[in-house]
């Protein structure tokens, strides 16, 4: 990896079972990037996300998914857990990364990154809560960050547009 990241291609993820991937294979891609969590108050979005995949996926969109644990302890569970529990209440068949920090020392330079290139409100660059997303484009690069609040099915728009 080069010392100054411009583009998704950049960055490796963890899966599930703790192999590291390159995520140089979704160059060319539109990508939707969520922490994400089983017991939030966002957890139904799982569902507009995956109709969203299911939808463009097709056409060169895919969301990639990062369970954590970070706020309120709403992800506690184990990889295979969480697995469980998104395909049983939401049918999910798009990416789900191992279980990540996105704020702090341990976030992964794909996670700092992210916030560095799309910082939140008044320019914070943490993360505030679970199903935060980021929209990259299909350069590689991040088109815009979109907190907890906005659901899948209001950013369908922008995805279009880059599709």
């Not at 969301?63 to 049983?88: K, T």
């Not at 935060?132 to 991040?142: Q, S």
Request: with cysteine; glycine share 10%.
């Amino acid at each position: 990896m080069s010392k100054d990241p411009r583009t998704i291609a950049d960055f490796t993820a963890t899966l599930p079972n703790g192999e590291t991937i390159s995520l140089a294979d979704r160059a060319g891609k539109v990508l939707l990037v969520v922490n994400t969590a089983s017991k939030c108050g966002f957890t139904p979005q799982y569902q507009g996300l995956e109709q969203l995949w299911r939808m463009h996926g097709a056409q060169g969109f895919e969301v990639i998914a990062f369970p954590c644990n970070q706020f309120g302890g709403q992800e506690p569970g184990d990889a295979e857990e969480i697995a469980g529990f998104c395909e049983v209440n939401f049918g999910l068949s798009f990416p789900l990364m191992g279980k990540v920090e996105v704020n702090g020392d341990n976030a992964p330079p794909l996670w700092q990154w992210l916030k560095a290139e799309a910082p939140g409100v008044l320019g914070s660059k943490s993360i505030k809560w679970n199903f935060t997303k980021f929209l990259i484009g299909r350069d590689g690069k991040v088109v815009r960050r979109y907190a907890p609040t906005d659901k899948p099915e209001t950013i369908e728009q922008d995805i279009v547009k880059l599709l």
